[in-house]
């Protein structure tokens, strides 16, 4: 059996991320996801200003792309219940069921050998 070549495999990737991860429009947008889904899995919280100290894009970016994540639903914001004057976030559950099929794709994806 022949194994795909590195850019045949990137394009199954990026052929899953546009029909099952619509909400991805920019790196931007994932790296966001993942560090608040990082902070969900590790059992810690995350606030908008810890997510702007992270340095993924500018606060103002960071600011605009998480307001829109936000207002799709892939992302919560909720009032921390120990300190209301702050939010947390957190990853939607349906989201987190995307991204943990993405998750197996990617597992299942072999590169050729170097």
Request: charge should be positive; proline fraction near 6%; glycine fraction near 4%.
């Amino acid at each position: 059996m022949k194994l795909p070549t590195l850019f045949a495999t990137l394009k199954k990737v990026r052929e899953f991320e546009r029909l099952e991860l619509p909400f991805i429009k920019a790196l931007i947008d994932f790296d966001i996801i993942i560090e608040v889904g990082l902070a969900q899995e590790l059992g810690k919280t995350i606030t908008p200003k810890q997510l702007f100290l992270v340095k993924i894009g500018s606060v103002s970016t960071v600011r605009r792309r998480l307001a829109a994540l936000v207002t799709k639903g892939i992302v919560r914001r909720r009032k921390n219940k120990h300190d209301h004057r702050s939010d947390v976030l957190t990853v939607a559950p349906p989201t987190l069921k995307q991204l943990d099929r993405y998750a197996g794709v990617l597992a299942t994806i072999s590169l050729p050998p170097k």
